[in-house]
């Protein structure tokens, strides 16, 4: 592995294994839950096992790790990973939704912009568009949204996600949205990616946080793309070509088996 690897910490708390849904509501039948503590487990075996870098729990108790990320960015750390769970980009301001019940892209940007970060970027990969993040920022120019993600007049979250949500007030233009079809491989990932790093970069952004999710991953049993394993780290590589610090926050992801290669691949692929 090369030296340059180790360059990504991670910031990681086993309290999330407190959070274990029984089952979930599918088709009308209860069934066990896509989201579990072992998406997590899976991640930082990988972590560790590729000498990605760092492991640290956050070192005030209570402190989530998202906020200890974002800290950690703000001491100087060129990219951290905030591996936690459950997946946040689906809670808004006054709902939640799709396993989310707090935004942690969100938490973490308004820190940095309480910070003194005057701008800030989130890039959400995740399959499905990141309706609460767009719509905590909607109105707002000081952060720049961006999901590439499944149409949504076909696909959860439905409501939001669609072109020509842009924002509205000082935000209009600071939200942009790439909804792809089912059966999108990296043939047609790759240049909407492009696209929307290259707005990133003419933002220029004093920190950039991205929304994690792998559920892209043409296994995932709830995605409907067809992203393969070599494709991610093609993800983790565009996005370092914005040289902006860079905070990546844990979303979705459901192929268990598969998470954490996929998952540590785009962080191989960006250090």
């Known amino acids: 592995v090369p030296s340059t690897v180790r360059r990504v910490l991670t910031i ?3 309290l999330h294994h407190r959070h274990h849904g029984n089952a979930e509501l599918i088709d009308g039948k209860m069934m066990p839950c896509f989201e579990m503590p072992r998406r997590a487990e899976m991640i930082l075996e990988r972590v560790r096992e590729v000498g990605l870098g760092e492991v640290r729990d956050p070192d005030r108790f209570g402190e989530a790790p998202v906020r200890r990320g974002a800290r950690t960015l703000l001491d100087g750390a060129p990219a951290v990973f905030s591996l936690c769970r459950p997946p946040g980009h689906h809670a808004a301001t006054a709902a939640m939704g799709g396993y989310c019940y707090l935004n942690n892209a969100a938490i973490a940007a308004q820190y940095l912009v309480d910070s003194g970060r005057a701008r800030v ?3 959400d ?3 499905h ?3 609460g993040t767009q719509e905590i920022f909607y109105s707002r120019g000081d952060v720049l949204f961006l999901s590439l993600h499944a149409d949504p007049r076909v696909e959860y ?3 939001l996600g669609y072109a020509d949500g842009r924002g509205a007030g000082a935000g209009l233009g600071f939200t942009h949205n790439y909804p792809l079809p089912h059966g999108t491989t990296w043939e047609a990932y790759g240049p909407a990616l ?3 790093c290259a707005k990133v970069e003419a933002f220029r952004p004093d920190a950039l946080v991205v929304s994690l999710g792998v559920d892209t991953y043409e296994h995932d049993p709830i995605s409907q793309f067809r992203l393969r394993t070599e494709d991610f780290p093609k993800i983790g590589a565009r996005i370092a070509a914005a040289r902006a610090p860079t905070l990546f926050v844990m979303e979705g992801g459901y192929a268990v088996e598969d998470i954490g290669v ?3 691949n785009v962080l191989t692929g960006f250090a």
């Open 157 to 159: 979250p439905y409501f």
């Open 12 to 14: 990681y708390s086993c």
């Open 129 to 131: 568009h990141g309706n």
């Open 194 to 196: 492009d696209d929307a």
């Open 262 to 264: 996929n998952a540590v």
């Open 121 to 123: 970027a989130i890039l």
């Open 125 to 127: 990969v995740d399959y």
